[in-house]
């Protein structure tokens, strides 16, 4: 998921990005979200510092005390874990950017070269993510990794999706399918259309009865295909 905060000094150009990012989610099958669009770097170091984004669209040339190269120089001393993504009409910063790690250097005006880069990056979040074991969850105020083996199962109940971990309950406003593509094959299954099932909690599954048992004492309710995908590890 990229959550991403905007600083730029020309209000247009904040609107643009506002109009443009949403759609660019859309056609791209990206779940984003723009969390701050701003012209105030002070707000924007405070939305970073709450932890509630992961990219950072930054002009360098802004009519304030600071430069954008400033407020990158901040997030990265500060240690705050954002990719920095530069977006400004000054091409002789290019170089500058090496020095605080930014992901990628873009000269406006905004367009087809952003969303070629924001669909690479959401690509390369979602790998890491996978690659660590970790399943990243954000809410409004605040982002969850929460390693894949302490999960032991996910349940839909109407528009709230719940997810149990380590003797805690988090519950979501996001589909199965989003989160399951998130999660390793390997070990966790959709065995119905409202239940996600880390097999290595699996207990025991009664066949009679048509129910699963974890070890955490959560019992469910499946059908044959059900307790076929399990022992396949395949969805429904």
Known sequence: MLSIAILDDNIKVLEQYENLLPTWFDKNGIKGRVVA?????????????????NVCIIDINLQSEVNGLYVAKRIRRE?????????????????????????????????????RCLVKLNREIEARQKKRGVLEIRTKSRIYYIPHDTISHIIKSGAKTSIYWSGNVLEVNESLDSIISRLDPERFVKCSRSQI???????????KKRTVMLANGYEGRIGRSGISSIASGKEL
């Open 37 to 53: 669009a701003t012209s105030d770097y002070t707000e924007f170091i405070s939305v970073v510092r709450d932890r509630s984004v």
């Open 79 to 115: 240690n705050l874990d954002a990719e920095i993504i530069f977006c400004t009409g000054l091409l002789e910063y290019m170089h500058d950017a090496f020095d605080v790690n930014a992901y990628h250097f873009i000269l406006k005006p905004i367009g087809r070269n952003l969303e």
């Open 197 to 207: 099932l880390n097999k290595d909690f699996i207990e025991y599954i009664d066949r």
